[in-house]
């Protein structure tokens, strides 16, 4: 599918290029008291200082527990949400408090699959508006028509093209996750964020998906930040991997490194979680159990926010807060005191 626009035309960073940079984001959503007279008395901090970067072309994966501040991170990065503090910059850009107009040419590159396949889509049109929404919003026009390129775009991900006139309940999940692809795919952005795209689907679809993400990669160099719980399906797709706790990100490595010589303690709890299939494997490996539940974000613990949780923690933990800290292979970095290595896969 072209078009006649420069956007399309545009060329794209080489292979391991620096596509997006996000510097100390935070987001911190204010919590007030009364009715007429609001006043602030706290602020959720959902996102706390993250430091991340996506190159052309790859995938970063982030992993943590519900609440972490993995779904916000996306929000902020395709700037749906606003960020409190830090900065994004996209291809060189600083994107971090742009007005809606001035937005409008980096919405072309970054797109975003969401959770929910149903959701998302609005249950009034069909897919092939649906499809062709981001064609009429950035006005771009497409050689034999719109009608032609989105159905180029149904075949493309797996859809038949003569149900361009369905609606999104005669779809299944996995259907109508492949039209929420075709929609992000559209105009051929650089950049999606897949805000747990399969988390929703069952196991078969999931890998269906998966195999489908990573041929679009393959075939138009997209880099993609993805978000999941799942550690299994972030070990299958991603190049690195970034874990969250409590809007920090507390370890990230090469995807290899990470699941082989992880060096956090959550990490270590996370991966001795993963479902094995051997039960002899299953047998050798240590299963490491969390006691307490997460900290409010609304008043995190001081120093370390995992030492609540944390089976090596020591006065210093509560003291001083780990800083992200060259461990082992040179793009290992991980926040703690005392980093071990430990067998958990």
Sequence with gaps: MSTSTSAEQAVRPE??????????????????????FQRQTGAVKAVDGIDLTIRSGETLGVV???????TTTG???TRLDEP????????GSDITHLSRQK?????????????DPFSSLNPRQTIGTIIAAPFEIQKVKSEGGTKK???ALMERVGLNPEHYNRYPHEFSGGQRQRIGVARALALRPKLIVCDEPVSALDVSI????VNLLEDLQDEFNLAYLFIAHD???IRHISDRVAVMYLGKVVEIADRDELYNHARHPYTHALLSAVPEADPDALAHRERIRLTGDVPSPLNPPSGCRFRTRCWKAKDICAEQEPQLMQIGAPAHQAACHFPEERDVI
């Design 15 to 36: 292979q391991g290029e620096a596509l997006l940079e996000v510097k100390g984001l935070q987001r911190y959503f204010p919590v007030t008291r009364g009715i007429v």
């Design 64 to 70: 943590g527990e519900s609440g972490c501040g993995k």
């Design 75 to 77: 929000r902020l990065v």
């Design 84 to 91: 409190t503090g830090g900065t994004i910059r996209f291809e």
């Design 103 to 115: 937005m409008r040419p980096f919405r072309r590159q970054v797109q975003m699959i969401f959770q």
């Design 149 to 151: 390129a989105v159905q």
């Design 206 to 209: 999931q890998a269906q998906i």
């Design 231 to 233: 550690l299994s399906v």
